[in-house]
């Protein structure tokens, strides 16, 4: 029986229940991943449950949320997971490495595995063709002793992409076009697959951002083929062997289905106070803003960075803006800095975090 990717990956981690939407599964997790924001509670919730080692294949604890030591409270919790990670066997990453989804990305995902973050934008690693979740600690620390996750098992809308992106197009409007479909709790229950033509007209981390706010969708997860152009990712991180070609069956079904002209998508905004009051960017064009960020989990690429630089390079932000940028990881930034990006970015008067 043909079988979509999301089935196919399901299937090979379930080790209890069946796949049928709505009943309760169980999944084998390959990868878990923490935060500092979350990860000093589930490290403690580890710890309490009396295992030697880490029983997962590998586990990640990432200091990206609380980096401002105002007081002893963030340094004295970053100190503890520090020394909870080396004694555990869990990869620490210090604070300045980057943000968890995009540093996990570059140095850890790899495409067909499962992954349990205590973060909710864990499915951004659908850019590496990884089942990813987020949840709650201590779902996360059970995972990481070598428990299965339980869950309800996903129905999966199979959206297929035509065609590719305009000029001054992006993921990120890929994935408002979805929210002004579909709203904030539109997805719950539901992984989304994209297939179809138009994926081989999306980067690594187009596929990154899109996944990372299927979130904002109520989604359980997103997952995206790999394809040569998950190989051209991973071979730029020196990791080509972490390959293989993963994608849905000819003729499967899927639960649900909707299409996605790329070339028909226009630059979209979310407006306050929900990621689901989709507005298209003429519609507020003009509209005095006080505070601008670039970059941070769902938009710290290269492409975006380099996009704002060459913006903004010979001009200047208004004196009274404030304009931060944040880069997704160390990497990125290295990269617009060789790029001769980051000179640009300071004399615009921006702030780098």
Known sequence: MAKNLTQKILAAHVVDGELTPGEEIALRIDHTLLQDATGTMAMLEFEALGIDRVEVELAAQYVDHNLLQ????????????????????????????????????????????????????????????????????MDVSLAMAGHPYYLPCPAVLGIKLHNRLSDWVSAKDVILELLRRYDVKGCIGKVIEYYGPGVKNLSATDRMTIGNMGTELGATSTV????????????????????????ADPGCSYDEYAEIDLAL????????????????????AGTK???VIVGSSVNGSY???????????????AHDLSFHVNPGSRQVLENVADSGEVMPLLLAGTRIH
């Open 70 to 137: 105002t007081d002893f409270k963030n340094a004295d919790d970053h100190r503890y997971l520090r020394t909870a990670c080396a004694h555990y066997g869990v990869h620490y990453s210090e604070p300045g490495n980057g943000i968890s989804h995009i540093v996990h990305m570059e140095r850890f995902g790899r495409p067909g595995l499962t992954m349990l973050g205590a973060d909710s934008h864990t499915p951004g690693a659908a850019g590496v063709s990884m089942l990813a979740i987020g949840a709650g600690g």
């Open 224 to 247: 995206f083929p790999s394809d040569q152009r998950t190989r051209q990712w991973l071979a730029a991180q020196q990791r080509e062997e972490d390959w293989q070609e993963l994608h």
């Open 265 to 284: 998508v226009e630059p979209l905004i979310a407006c306050p106070t929900s990621p689901g009051n989709i507005k298209q960017l003429k519609e507020v």
């Open 289 to 291: 803003v006080d505070q």
């Open 303 to 317: 492409r975006d960075l380099m996009v704002a630089a060459r913006m903004v390079k010979g001009k200047h932000a």
